[in-house]
């Protein structure tokens, strides 16, 4: 079993700034792609940014610039640093994780919600 925790969400003015968090924990063997989405209403979930072990980035273009994803390897964890946010950043934030040999485990979202 493997539990994916996420921290971080909440209400923000735009221009302001939060960082999610999200750790795992139990049976890992070695997580090689970590990821951020986002689901709003009305669209298909995306994938906001993404970081790889070694640490290669990538963004969607709408964050570029304002988004930093980073990780911890030996924490099992990735982080997502959110700056100069605006209104359509709102959406639910979930961290994706892919075991080499396990396969892909999810968090259970965390709502983030940038108020103009």
């Known amino acids: 079993q493997v539990q994916v925790v996420e921290s971080g969400g909440g209400l923000v003015q735009a221009g302001g700034s939060l960082r999610l968090s999200c750790a795992a924990s139990?049976?890992?063997?070695?997580?090689?792609?970590m990821g951020w989405y986002r689901q709003t209403p009305g669209k298909q979930r995306e994938l906001v940014a993404q970081?790889?072990?070694?640490?290669?980035?990538q963004y969607i273009d709408s964050v570029k610039g304002r988004f930093t994803i980073s990780r911890d390897n030996a924490k099992n964890a990735v982080y997502l640093q959110m700056n100069s946010l605006k209104p359509e950043d709102t959406g639910i934030y979930s961290c994706?994780?892919?075991?080499?040999?396990?396969?892909?485990?999810w968090g259970q979202g965390t709502q983030v919600t940038v108020s103009s």
């Open positions: 994706k994780m892919i075991d080499t040999l396990y396969g892909s485990y």
């Open positions: 139990g049976r890992i063997s070695a997580i090689a792609i």
């Open positions: 970081i790889t072990n070694p640490a290669n980035t």
